[in-house]
């Protein structure tokens, strides 16, 4: 049985971060829907390995590797994809990281690596893959936001900063690139079992709360955010832009 909308043949998927955790979920998602996918990071040798596992499963894999921090470099990366593997149809921007402290004591050096890893990789690589999509007058762009970009909580208010600008930069590009033909998307996880947030799975006390706080009664797990991103990916979301998809177990109903 055929399910065009959800069906990714043909299309290549360039998804940043991907050597682990929500990233390494998207690409294999998208993988599984028929996508070739291009693992991206700045670690080579664990590129090259996350991708021998996915080429060992019959998946069509690529590496691109590039600093997506770097202006110059996402550029030229961008552009040997398009011209030594194939064109982009899909990009994920997911690279991000975190870091906590109280705000007061908040280093000014964190500060700016958070804003270049989660907000400027966006609209480095975003910028870099639209303007081929523009050439061909077709293209999906997902972008990462999260649950911070509505929620704050101690201790990240320069993370929920971050993701708030993702959201926003989501729906910018919308505004300058939906006449191309391109749809331009954000997917905003709630809490999941990744590396980036294992030092909260394994507090009892904040699982507990966390537990408590959404609806879902319970930690999501990265396999869960597979069919967003199929939807985003595909033909069944071609009258979707400048959304953001909430995967939460609810926890934004609750403000």
Same mark, same amino acid.
């Given at each position: 049985m055929s399910f065009p909308l959800f069906d990714l043949s043909?299309? =290549?998927?360039? $998804?940043?971060?991907?050597?682990?955790?929500?990233g390494l979920a998207l690409a294999s998602g998208l993988a599984q829907h028929g996508a070739s996918v291009v693992?991206?990071? %700045?670690? #080579?040798? &664990?590129?090259?390995?996350?991708? %021998?596992?996915? %080429?060992? @499963?019959?998946?069509? $894999?690529a590496v691109g590797v590039?600093? $997506? @921090?770097?202006?110059? /470099?996402?550029k030229r990366g961008v552009d040997e994809i398009e011209a030594a593997i194939g064109p982009i149809d899909i990009l994920i921007n997911n690279a991000g990281m975190?870091? =906590?402290? *109280?705000?007061e004591d908040f280093p000014a050096e964190h500060w700016e690596q958070l804003l270049k890893t989660n907000v400027s990789s966006v609209f480095y690589v975003?910028?870099?893959?639209a303007r081929h999509m523009i050439k =061909?007058?077709?293209? &999906?762009?997902?972008?990462?936001?999260? $649950?911070?970009?509505?929620?704050? #909580? *101690?201790?990240? /208010? *320069?993370? @929920?900063?971050? &993701?708030g600008a993702v959201k926003n930069? @989501? %729906?910018?590009?919308?505004?300058?690139?939906? &006449?191309y033909g391109i749809q331009i998307n954000a997917i905003a996880p709630g809490y999941f079992k990744t590396p980036l947030n294992q030092a909260l799975v394994d507090n009892a006390e904040f699982s507990s709360w966390l537990e408590k706080r959404t609806p879902a009664a319970r930690w999501g797990d990265v396999d869960e955010l597979i069919g967003a991103a199929v939807f985003l990916s595909g033909k069944g979301s071609s009258f979707v832009n400048g959304h953001t998809l909430y995967v939460d177990g609810g926890i934004t109903t609750c403000l």
């Open positions: 043909g299309r =290549r998927a360039l $998804v940043t971060g991907s050597s682990q955790g929500i693992l991206n990071g %700045r670690d #080579r040798a &664990k590129l090259e390995a996350t991708a %021998r596992a996915l %080429r060992d @499963t019959g998946y069509d $894999v590039f600093d $997506v @921090t770097d202006a110059s /470099a996402v975190q870091f =906590r402290t *109280p705000l975003g910028q870099a893959v =061909r007058g077709a293209g &999906k762009i997902i972008n990462i936001a999260s $649950v911070q970009s509505e929620l704050a #909580r *101690p201790g990240i /208010a *320069p993370y @929920t900063a971050t &993701k930069l @989501t %729906r910018g590009m919308c505004a300058d690139w939906a &006449k």
